[in-house]
């Protein structure tokens, strides 16, 4: 069974930094065609955040490029999104993703990160 598991989140005050984490079981992020980050704050709708293509392009949504960076260890099979200069408007769900893994595609639970002025 293919499982995603976010880890990372949490409350901070504007201008500071988190960084999620995203472990894979059932799986490999190898075995995968792109791998990335997703958001949705409330009553909005849920926004590319970044996402890792199999042949290591990075694509950042405009609204985090220069702040956020999307990493991948490779040898403990981890995602990362490290998140600096944090706004308010980053207040959301966080969702780690997976696609075109065999086949098959994979979402996390979701973690909150609030960014508080």
């Known amino acids: 069974q293919m499982q995603l598991m976010e880890s990372g989140g949490g409350s901070v005050q504007a201008g500071g930094s988190l960084k999620l984490s995203c472990s894979a079981s059932?799986?490999?992020?190898?075995?995968?065609?792109?791998m990335g980050w997703y958001r949705q704050a409330p009553g909005n709708e849920r926004e590319l955040v970044s996402v890792?293509?199999?042949?290591?392009?990075?694509t950042y949504g405009e609204s985090v490029k220069g702040r956020f960076t999307l990493s991948r260890d490779t040898d403990n099979d981890v995602l990362y999104l490290q998140m600096n200069s944090l706004k308010t408007e980053d207040t959301a769900i966080y969702y780690c993703?997976?696609?075109?893994?065999?086949?098959?595609?994979?979402w996390g639970q979701g973690i909150q990160v609030t960014v508080s002025s």
């Open positions: 890792l293509s199999s042949t290591a392009h990075t």
């Open positions: 993703m997976a696609v075109a893994c065999r086949g098959r595609n994979s």
């Open positions: 059932g799986f490999t992020f190898a075995s995968c065609g792109g």
